[in-house]
């Protein structure tokens, strides 16, 4: 008989955002995703009330090119992403103390990322408006992309069947806006 050696898994712990409805921007909500030592995937809601817990060998994960990360887990579809929408509820109290206090009290914790800079950065929209605005929502973005990228890496090692993706989508976009502005003004100073 052969036995399989256990190899370790990287608790990761991040505050995410549960996309509970394509369209409606509330009911995109917060929630604390962890993976533990043990390779237990668990997702908490706002009062830290378990949602889901299961074996992360268990959960099929397909990461798409905006960077949503769509978990199913007992015939479940989760769409989870890094940051939430404007009409998003912010994280509760429990949340933020269950991520950051995880943090300092276990060092082998991981915090994949976090929404934590990327809701100060949104926050921050409300008195700027224009450019300065839209590169606080971009910044908020790759911060939360960062997260979504983080366990993309680490869901593999778990066993769980993990559908990658380059996430580049934003960079493109990016690329197409900046390319559309800079020929509005060239056409603009052109006719002057």
Known sequence: MVSSARIPVRPIKSLLYWRKSKLNGAATVPVVLSLDPAGVIRMQDSE???MF????????????????MMLTIHGRQ????????????QPS????????????????VTRAGSAGAALSAVEAIGAVAGAAGGAAMQFA???????????????????????????NA????????????VIGLVVFLSTK
């Open 48 to 50: 830290m009330v378990t």
């Open 53 to 68: 817990a299961a074996p992360a060998n268990q959960a099929t994960v397909r990461f798409t090119n905006w960077g949503t």
């Open 78 to 89: 989760y769409d989870v992403v890094g940051v939430g929408a404007t009409l998003s509820p």
């Open 93 to 108: 109290s429990v949340q933020l103390a269950a991520v950051d206090g995880g943090l300092q009290n276990n060092s082998s």
């Open 141 to 167: 973005y790759y911060k939360g992309l960062e997260a979504i990228k983080a366990w993309q890496d680490a869901l593999p090692q778990t066993g769980a069947l993990v559908q990658k993706s380059p996430m």
């Open 170 to 181: 934003m960079k493109y976009f990016t690329l197409v806006l900046v390319a559309v502005v």
